[in-house]
């Protein structure tokens, strides 16, 4: 790696963020997928735009496209940067530049976009997604990339090998680093060189000598029977031709990271896997730590006062266990366990909510209970009302996911 060599290129980030995220319905009903509320306080999309501008890229464009108003909105207001330095951070819709059709894949969306890279002039364009949940400084693929001399870099994540059929997959040449192969989720693939029993599962996540993707978008939106995107049609066509290296996400060392959240990186692409991804949250030791100050997650900070705990009487004492609470909850007289709380939510006397996520203005109403759900914002659960109880009748009424976690749309009315 080559730190020099960084600090004198210039680097462009884009985010792709257009994605219509129709496997996280309820919750994508009238938000863009990376606009989904995460943690208790972030969206989504923080957590990208968190790896890039710890790690010092401060140019960075966000291309939207489906419902990217909640979106467009949480960038302007909390993404500022300095604009004394040049640095951004911007949201741009589809803009039809091309004709008037919208980004027919993220390939497309780079190719209907060059303006901004012709407009910046890097030497480097990070390409990254924006709906995972992952810690990674970006500099050092960026600096494995600029002393490969490679084309395009691609993050790769080492999984089980029976696991390959969930991912796409990287397969590489015998000294590790090239990549011979890029298929999608494949029956037959072939381990490791170094490790016959894992595979490398793309993250999503690439890194481009600017001249070659040009030169592969112009190439692939010639193409009338491409599907016009990264991961399907730019990085095989770079692959076909010798000029794609894999990088290593074992490698990366973010500071601050503990032995048991290294490498960790979660598509949250389904109800089952967003809903894993917040219990790996609440852990003692969490799986992913959001208390690492050393690589904050960055976000918009309200004005909301502390969370509160009131009610010790007898039973009727609030609190809450195994559990992460935001500023401006109030837990009165009842029991949270296991769940994350946003801000301003109300859980009212005797309820009790277990293995839950409860976005912003959630309210529950006394002795209600709440189990393995997932409440989107201002969802009022009446007073009594039980969810995840009887998932038959929770079926009749809600969306409930293969795992049994019961998701209720933003707003959406809770019977009795």
Do not use: C
Not at 68 to 96: C, E, F
Not at 145 to 150: F, R, V, Y
Not at 359 to 371: K, L, P, Q, S, T
């Amino acid at each position: 790696m080559d730190s020099v060599l960084l600090m004198a290129a210039k680097v462009l980030a884009i985010v792709l963020a257009g994605g219509e995220g129709k496997r996280l319905m309820p919750l994508t009903t009238d938000r863009a997928k990376p606009a989904v509320p995460f943690g208790g306080m972030y969206r989504m999309v923080d957590f990208v735009l968190s790896n890039l501008a710890n790690a010092g890229f401060l140019k960075i464009v966000v291309l939207t496209q489906y419902k990217s108003h909640s979106l467009d909105r949480h960038i302007t207001k909390t993404w500022r940067m300095s604009t004394l330095l040049g640095n951004y951070v911007t949201p741009v819709p589809a803009q039809q530049r091309r004709g008037p059709w919208w980004f027919a894949g993220s390939a497309d969306a780079i190719y209907q976009s060059f303006n901004l890279i012709y407009d910046e002039q890097p030497d480097y364009v990070i390409v990254f997604g924006a709906d995972h949940i992952y810690r990674m400084d970006p500099r050092q693929m960026v600096e494995d990339h600029i002393a490969s001399g490679a084309s395009v870099t691609v993050a790769g994540i080492r999984q089980p090998l029976s696991t390959a059929d969930q991912f796409g997959v990287i397969e590489v040449a015998e000294d590790g680093r090239r990549i011979r192969a890029f298929r999608e989720k494949p029956t037959d693939a072939v381990g490791l060189p170094d490790a016959p029993d894992q595979i490398y599962a793309s993250m999503g996540n690439y890194v481009f000598t600017t001249r070659a993707l040009i030169e592969a978008v112009e190439r692939d939106a010639e193409d009338k029977t491409s599907k016009h995107d990264m991961g399907g049609s730019i990085i095989p066509m770079l692959v076909e031709r010798g000029e794609a290296n894999v990088y290593d996400f074992r490698d990366n060392e973010v500071p601050g990271s503990t032995d048991r959240d290294r490498g960790y990186w979660r598509d949250v692409g389904t109800l089952d896997s967003f809903y894993d991804a917040h219990m790996d949250l609440i852990n003692v030791h969490p799986v992913f730590n959001l208390y690492n100050f050393d690589w904050p997650i960055y976000t918009e900070q309200p004005p909301y006062p502390p969370a509160k705990f009131v009610h010790q009487w007898g039973e009727r004492v609030g609190r809450a266990v195994a559990s992460m609470v935001s500023p401006g909850a109030v837990i009165s007289g009842s029991l949270v366990e296991n769940s994350i709380v946003s801000p301003k939510v109300k859980v009212h006397s005797w309820a009790h909510v277990d293995g839950s996520v409860l976005m912003e203005g959630v309210e529950i109403g006394r002795h209600a209970v709440v189990r393995r759900a997932i409440l989107d914002k201002n969802v009022y659960v009446p007073e009594g009302a039980e969810i995840g109880v009887d998932l038959e009748r929770d079926r009749q009424r809600y969306t409930v996911s293969d795992n049994g976690i019961v998701v209720i749309g933003k707003g959406q009315k809770v019977e009795p």
